[in-house]
């Protein structure tokens, strides 16, 4: 399914488009529970069993329970001397696209476990002592005895085990927000009968490919697992093993194989990761820079010469960047950045999703079609005409809503400002134009404790003024 009831496909013109742009539906990401999944890249975050671990939901707990029964089953298998059979198991396992998540560019496409990965998970329960005759309590720790189990694959593992519960919990959430739904085949483990089975589920799909949408659970979803090998490394190996004062880091095989054959040492460390369980939370999204770093950042920003000498543009567009997704959250939603060229002249985008979370920017979404609000970055000491016309050129896709908002060092010139209103009553688009005293602005609202956002309404209100009555 690639559009709703009316047959128009709603994210056709839009940056990074989300589910919820393809059907033309406003879900505010910070009003569910569950990733808003985007379409063309996948969100940087896994599943973290461990917080299935330490949930008071019995749900939870049950499908903690499941992880667990899934990996003693494949380690029964290993140690009794049936490797095919447990082989096949793990066989099973593969990266779930459907979720969106993981560091992947460009086309999402699901990897199953290499054939080393699953003999090396074999030989560990047949070479560890304690793992022969009892299982684990943890899965994570597979990923400090077997090369090629880092976090990617603890997600892989429990997303693949509890893909008919995640496929359940999106269609009840389809069903709450209204998200269309198709019939889809996917395949789970099932606890009851020791294996994989096929099941149908109503899922959205991605206009892409037409391939099923799981919606991924914000309350399991952290950048690392809790338990971890860079964690463990950091506070169980190094600490035991290296001398004091040893310069270098010893070899991820070389610290593995230390772990096969002192196992307590894993046991001890998992022991302090459950005690502090208080601790692990999931993780947000999007985490805003700090009220004193983006000071300090508007601060080199207004130290910056304008123009292009000693890389002084790529340093503006890199620090206006971190001021402006910071400071406009969470009333504008981060979609992205993009360099786009017009006349061989190199211009930098910054993109924001608009889903009217204030009366001003329902208002911008109503009157300009401004689903998405695009800030063009320009280290210039003056905005020129030449520089407002770059970007009527951009919004005359109308998808993209008519609304833009250049950032620069200084105000515009009268003349400038006046060709911006001419060109609104023509075409009905509007730009709006920032420089250096409204990133002040910004952070004197949020020292006061009142939100940056109203520095672009202020703007706003300023430009209407200015149209004719």
């Given amino acids: 399914m690639t559009a709703d009831d009316d047959g128009v496909d709603h994210a056709a013109g839009i940056f990074n488009p989300r589910l919820s742009d393809v059907f033309g539906l406003v879900i505010r990401q910070d009003e569910v529970d569950f990733v808003v999944p985007h379409l063309r890249e996948d969100l940087p975050l896994y599943l973290d069993p461990f917080l299935l671990w330490k949930s008071g939901d019995p749900e939870y707990r049950r499908l903690h329970t499941d992880l667990l029964r899934f990996v003693d089953e494949v380690r029964k298998h290993a140690v009794e001397g049936r490797a095919i059979r447990a082989g096949m198991l793990l066989s099973e396992v593969s990266e779930p696209v459907e979720l969106g998540l993981g560091y992947a560019e460009g086309t999402k496409r699901g990897s199953a476990l290499g054939s080393g990965t699953i003999d090396g998970i074999i030989r560990t329960f047949r070479q560890v002592p304690q793992l022969q005759t009892a299982g684990l309590d943890h899965l994570e720790v597979l990923s400090l005895l077997v090369p090629g189990i880092a976090e990617d694959r603890i997600s892989d593992l429990t997303a693949s085990v509890i893909k008919r519960w995640l496929s359940e919990f999106t269609e009840r959430r389809c069903g709450d927000w209204g998200i269309p739904t198709a019939r889809h085949r996917l395949l789970s483990w099932d606890a009851a009968a020791l294996d994989w ?13 037409g391939s099923p949408i799981l919606l991924a659970p914000l309350n399991l979803l952290r950048r690392l697992p809790w338990i971890n090998y860079g964690d463990y490394y950091r506070t169980a190996y190094a600490p035991l093993v290296l001398p004091p004062g040893r310069a270098g880091r010893v070899a991820k095989q070389d610290v593995l194989t230390y772990n096969r054959a002192h196992y307590d ?18 993780d947000p999204l999007f985490t805003p820079l700090r009220l004193a770093t983006v000071k300090k950042k508007v601060s080199e920003i207004k130290a910056l010469p304008t123009g292009r000498d000693n890389g002084a543009d790529k340093k ?12 406009l959250y969470p009333e504008l939603d981060l979609a992205g950045q993009q360099e786009r060229t017009i006349s061989n002249v190199h211009i930098r985008d910054v993109i924001f999703h608009n889903d009217g979370k204030t009366p001003f920017l329902t208002d911008l979404r109503d009157q300009y079609g401004a689903r998405q609000l695009v800030f ?8 020129e005409t030449e520089h407002v016309n770059q970007v009527y050129r951009y919004l005359d896709d109308e998808d993209m809503g008519r609304l833009g908002v250049i950032v620069a060092r200084n105000p515009p010139k009268t003349s400038v400002q006046r060709n911006i209103v001419d060109l609104h009553s023509s075409k009905r688009c509007a730009v709006l134009c920032l420089d250096d005293s409204d990133l002040d602005l910004m952070v004197a609202l949020l020292d006061s404790g009142r939100r940056a956002i109203e520095a672009l309404r202020k703007k706003h209100v300023e430009f209407t003024r200015l149209l004719p009555k």
Avoid at 197 to 207: E, G, M, Q, T, Y
Avoid at 316 to 327: M, N, R, T
Wanted: hydrophobic share 45%; aromatic share 8%.
């Fill in 316 to 327: 503006f567009e890199e620090l206006a960047f971190d001021v402006l997704s910071s400071v």
């Fill in 376 to 383: 063009e970055l320009k280290n210039v000491a003056a905005v």
């Fill in 265 to 282: 040492t894993i046991r001890s460390y998992v022991a302090e990761r459950e005690a502090a369980a208080d601790v692990c939370t999931p």
């Fill in 197 to 209: 089975r096929p099941f149908d589920a109503s899922l959205p799909c991605n206009p892409n490919d």
